[in-house]
């Protein structure tokens, strides 16, 4: 590695932390013999590229705390994820372990667990105090995972302005901008009194898009012309098809069902470079705020005489397309996508300055951790601690390692891929479709514009790739995700039916035989006509936890209500958030359903508005996949959807309200002012016969 310490500097730092072993020997055992460990923070961010930092030889963005930490300890020119995708990454840094291993492939909903555990989970067990504060990402509950002392998340990918946070089980609103509070509850958190090490792991949302810089920064860069990046003009010439045609189709469900049929050129023209592109220069903006929070952050350590015997990680979640191929976001295996910022301050380790060049993976996070906190390593992990590199010990500079992406519902326009890169080549190749491979050659073509996988003269050296691949496969223990669940359509009957009989006020029982009791939080009972029925003024929910009768994936399914509603929007009933779900809800006062099929909202809505009056609604996705709306048993809309709901939403379901990522296109919690009288759940075909006969067997009891 560059500016790599002597050995006789190793050992000098190894004393200076108080080791007193042998340079090479794991740092575990140094710990274990010292009985003293290190503090940790690791800040995350999201989608930052590697070079979005003053210290990475950005021309123009000013990140001076980032900067810092470069200075004072080391920044990794190679580190690169294994997966250039939000949740999948995150859980790479966390457990140490590939995704086809960990489990989570794409960001609709997975979670890993047991027998894996996260590096802070295992370091809770060694007596470390241990905090999570920021974006989880993973199945999308804001609620506390297992192995940190405190919490703070938010679902989903959250809001910048103004966000629902929880804190140890306590849902609440929060006033300000998002980078700023989580900052605030870390800085908090770090100067509580304690005699244990800690374990902070600070992840921010930042700079997710929609790009959105604190108020305070909304003028930064406006006199900055970007320069134009060096594969702007790519022309796709020579590549797999599926880049010109995700250019022509677009890679979205909806807008690439409906353009299957446009041809695909054999390349596509270069345009013009904005230098001034608002969005990116919005995204540059959004991360002063980060770096202010980094500043913050060792601030406070420095204050609390810690700073020193901390130590400091800064990383990004996975890389970003500014233009480079003329794309944006990530997820292709092309650098930009898969190079991300990392640094590292600890003095007794890392020397100053240094700025290695050896492969790092994202899967090297955890294990790393826990060796320099003297834990052992688990098994399971498949990362490498790279401690002993920064020691100037023996350490096993990795030369290739396995990139992965598997296909999102919502995105058909970018296929799954495995990759190799090596110190030297790159090979990409997309098993699920019948398309080219990709191979380039980074030391002669580093911003990968010629694609030598058909040329002759390099069929040995693709050979080598493909061979490598499989090693990489067998050495990891990859595996195909299982195939999809197969669609059923036999009815499992009526799975909820709440009535809201009963003077518990905190729960209301299922009469569907199911177990499927809900939890009330504030809503009221009152009397009607038809029995008892709960109120809402726009603060009150029902929550129903989720349960394997609920699953309403990839099967037809049908909800029912009687409502009376006072205010002209709200939520009946909802399941699910940004990448699949269910809503049932009011809009102007007309109902609506609403489906999120693969992150892609369909809805259908009614032209008739429905408050003041007690009216039964329905909707159902039938077998068929068509999506219906009923009011008291008329049908009033109906729509093909693309789609049954490919997997079981994650969130429970809430009455009243959608508290967390909505499902559908209104806005926050969209709660309901009125009663529901009763509410029902039916997974399997149900007929509009089926849902006539149900309101007009009630309507004696429950007309006005």
């Not at 030369?399 to 799954?416: A, M, R, V």
């Not at 911003?447 to 790739?465: F, G, I, S, T």
């Amino acid at each position: 590695m560059a500016d790599r310490l002597t050995r006789r500097q190793a050992l000098q730092r190894i004393a200076a932390a108080g080791a007193g072993l042998a340079l090479g020997a794991p740092f575990a055992e140094r710990a274990r013999a010292e009985r003293r460990r290190p503090n940790i923070v690791v800040i995350l961010t999201d989608d930052q590229r590697w070079d979005a930092m003053g210290c990475a030889g950005n021309p123009f963005v000013r990140t001076p705390n980032m900067d810092r930490i470069a200075a004072e300890g080391v920044r990794f020119t190679k580190a690169f994820v294994t997966i250039s995708l939000c949740a999948p990454s995150r859980a790479c840094f966390l457990t140490g372990t590939y995704p086809h291993t960990h489990g989570v492939r794409t960001n609709q909903g997975e979670e890993f667990g047991p027998p894996l555990r996260h590096f802070p989970a295992i370091l809770s067990g060694v007596g470390y105090d241990t905090a999570f504060i920021g974006k989880w990402h993973m199945a999308p509950t804001a609620q506390p995972r297992p192995g940190f002392d405190y919490w703070l998340s938010f679902k989903g990918q959250g809001t910048y302005g103004d966000p629902q946070l929880n804190e140890n089980g306590r849902d609440f609103k929060a006033q300000g901008y998002m980078t700023d509070l989580l900052t605030e509850y870390a800085v908090n958190w770090l100067q509580r009194p304690r005699s244990r090490p800690f374990c902070l792991y600070l992840s921010h949302k930042a700079v997710h898009g929609p790009f959105t810089p604190a108020a305070r920064h909304a003028d930064l860069y406006q006199d900055v012309d970007m320069p134009e990046p060096a594969s702007f003009d790519d022309d796709f010439a020579g590549k797999p098809e599926w880049l010109r045609a995700s250019m022509v189709r677009g890679a979205r469900r909806q807008e690439w069902l409906a353009d299957q049929d446009k041809p695909v050129p054999d390349r596509i023209p270069p345009g013009d470079w904005n230098p001034r592109n608002r969005s990116q220069l919005n995204y540059y903006r959004a991360l002063a705020a980060v770096d202010e929070g980094v500043g913050k952050v060792l601030e406070t350590l420095g204050q609390l005489g810690v700073l020193d015997s901390t130590v400091i990680v800064f990383a990004g979640d996975n890389g970003f397309f500014h233009g480079e191929h003329r794309r944006g976001d990530k997820r292709l295996m092309y650098e930009e996508s898969i190079l991300i910022p990392l640094l590292m301050r600890y003095p007794p380790l890392a020397p100053a300055g240094a700025t290695p060049d050896e492969m790092i993976l994202n899967v090297d996070l955890a294990p790393t951790m826990l060796d320099i906190a003297g834990v052992p390593v688990p098994d399971f992990m498949q990362g490498r601690s790279f401690a002993p590199l920064l020691a100037g010990g023996e350490y096993r500079a990795r030369t290739s390692f396995l990139y992965q992406y598997w296909k999102e519902d919502w995105l058909p326009g970018i296929p799954t891929m495995l990759g190799v890169r090596t110190t030297r080549w790159k090979y990409i190749t997309y098993p699920w479709i019948d398309d080219i491979d990709e191979l380039y050659n980074l030391e002669n073509d580093p911003h990968e514009m010629r694609n030598l996988a058909l040329d002759p003269l390099y069929a040995p050296q693709l050979d080598v790739m493909k061979r490598e691949l499989e090693r990489l496969k067998r050495e990891t223990d990859y595996a195909e995700p299982p195939p999809a669940p197969v669609v059923t359509q036999k009815a499992r009957g009526l799975v909820l039916h709440y009535r809201f009989d009963g003077d518990d006020p905190a729960r209301v029982a299922d009469a569907s035989g199911h177990g499927n009791d809900g939890a009330i939080h504030g809503a009221r009972r009152r009397r009607w006509r038809g029995g008892t029925a709960l109120q809402f003024t726009g603060n009150e929910r029902v929550e129903v936890p989720k349960s394997r009768s609920l699953n309403v994936s990839n099967t037809p399914f049908a909800v029912d209500a009687w409502i009376n509603a006072t205010g002209r929007d709200g939520v009946v009933a909802a399941r699910g958030g940004e990448t699949h779900g269910f809503s049932l809800y009011l809009k102007d006062g007309r109902p609506h359903f609403a489906l999120r099929i693969a992150g892609v909202v369909e809805k259908v809505g009614a032209n008739r508005t429905i408050n003041g009056e007690w009216v039964h609604l329905a909707a159902a996705l039938t077998a068929d996949r068509r999506m219906k709306l009923y009011v008291n048993g008329e049908e009033v809309a109906s729509r093909e959807g693309s789609a049954f709901i490919a997997a079981d939403p994650n969130e429970d379901m809430q009455l009243g309200t959608d508290a967390g990522t909505p499902v559908a296109d209104y806005r926050g919690n969209h709660a309901l002012r009125g009663l529901i009288g009763e509410f029902r759940l039916y997974v399997g075909n149900m007929t509009g016969d089926q849902i006539r006969a149900r309101y007009h067997a009630a309507v004696p009891a429950r007309s006005h």
